[in-house]
T-cell receptor
Framework: NAGVTQTPKFRILKIGQSMTLQCTQDMNHNYMYWYRQDPGMGLKLIYYSVGAGITDKGEVPNGYNVSRSTTEDFPLRLELAAPSQTSVYFC????????????FGEGSRLTVL | GEDVEQSLFLSVREGDSSVINCTYTDSSSTYLYWYKQEPGAGLQLLTYIFSNMDMKQDQRLTVLLNKKDKHLSLRIADTQTGDSAIYFCAEIPFTGGGNKLTFGTGTQLKVEL
């Protein structure tokens, strides 16, 4: 199993551009998440999904959108990129039980200039 | 809402013990977790403790839980250079559900020779 795979690993955007961060998992997990990590701030939940066709907002959803058309894929879309969206983005997945064990991708470092 | 709090940095000498502390927010959290993030990688679950336990030991790791004070600690015995990483505590608040972990700010552990 590859686990959770994120692409791209690095990206530089200009203000106002849009892009999609891709995330796919091969563990047949129902739950998927997008977090952003900023220095000294820990991880903040952007969006999450409890299954295909279902998404919900996390703590910091503004400026982002997600979709979950399949169990495997959970892309994160940034519309009109802003410098405040410069961050490291992590996708994660988990089983549907409340064990708290999330499996993380290696992260995508995004810089908005 | 309240944040899960951790000190940002800890520096120890190789062979010494490290103690990383965390204050969490929700006394109803069933499980509390420690995740480890190595440089350039995603987070990995290190260990967890069930809320009805005071202590859990796993090889060099000891987790202590003080529910009254909502305080969680991770002790690493005989700290090695490979333990250098960022350590996050995490909880699933009662109102969260769906494995929506709330992460602390992270403690960067530096192990010096």
């Amino acid at each position: 199993n590859a686990g959770v795979t994120q692409t791209p690993k690095f990206r530089i955007l200009k203000i106002g551009q849009s892009m999609t961060l891709q995330c796919t998992q091969d563990m047949n997990h129902n739950y998927m998440y997008w977090y952003r990590q900023d220095p000294g701030m820990g991880l903040k939940l952007i969006y999450y999904s409890v299954g295909a066709g279902i998404t919900d907002k996390g703590e910091v959803p503004n400026g982002y959108n997600v979709s979950r058309s399949t169990t495997e894929d959970f892309p994160l879309r940034l519309e009109l990129a802003a410098p405040s969206q410069t961050s490291v983005y992590f996708c994660a997945s988990s089983y549907s039980t409340s064990t708290g064990e999330l499996f993380f991708g290696e992260g995508s470092r995004l810089t908005v200039l | 809402g309240e944040d899960v709090e951790q000190s940002l940095f800890l520096s120890v000498r190789e062979g010494d013990s490290s103690v990383i502390n965390c204050t969490y927010t929700d006394s109803s959290s069933t499980y509390l977790y420690w995740y480890k993030q190595e440089p350039g990688a995603g987070l990995q679950l290190l260990t967890y403790i069930f809320s009805n336990m005071d202590m859990k030991q796993d090889q060099r790791l000891t987790v202590l839980l003080n529910k009254k004070d909502k305080h969680l600690s991770l002790r690493i015995a005989d700290t090695q250079t490979g333990d250098s990483a960022i350590y996050f505590c995490a909880e699933i608040p009662f109102t969260g559900g769906g494995n929506k972990l709330t992460f602390g700010t992270g403690t960067q552990l530096k192990v010096e020779l």
